[in-house]
């Protein structure tokens, strides 16, 4: 059993910042046995892939639509993951949501048919 837990959402103005916490709990797995993405939902829209973070920390990748803007991070030790979100526009609001795949998947491309377990998501809304 993997259970992730999201924290950190909030309003925001355009142009503004927020940090998205992710922590980590299993019962027959280690945190470092898992990449780790990020994933966001817009009413009526599909999930989009947001990050993805490797499970050492050393590779990470992004969507498209926030190359450059945005930072994912993670500490093993801490069992915990991160993204750093700066230059916020209305277009990056949804319900953002961490999830975690297993060795061996095509994490990379940041799709959610490549990871297995997922949290319930934090809101992130921001205003223009």
């Known amino acids: 059993q993997v259970n992730l837990v999201e924290s950190g959402g909030g309003l925001v103005q355009a142009g503004g910042s927020l940090k998205l916490s992710c922590a980590f709990s299993?019962?027959?797995?280690?945190?470092?046995?898992?990449?780790i993405g990020w994933f966001r939902q817009a009413p009526g829209m599909e999930r989009e892939g947001v990050a993805a973070?490797?499970?050492?920390?050393?590779?990470?990748f992004y969507g498209d639509r926030v190359k450059g803007r945005f930072l994912i991070t993670r500490d093993n030790a801490r069992n915990m993951v991160w993204l750093q979100m700066n230059s916020l526009r209305p277009e990056d609001t949804g319900l953002y949501i961490c999830?975690?795949?297993?060795?061996?998947?095509?994490?990379?491309?940041?799709?959610?048919?490549?990871?297995?377990?997922w949290g319930l998501g934090t809101q992130v809304t921001v205003s223009s």
């Open positions: 299993a019962t027959a797995s280690s945190f470092d046995d898992w990449h």
């Open positions: 973070i490797s499970l050492t920390g050393t590779g990470d």
């Open positions: 999830a975690a795949a297993p060795y061996g998947t095509s994490w990379r491309d940041i799709t959610p048919d490549q990871f297995r377990h």
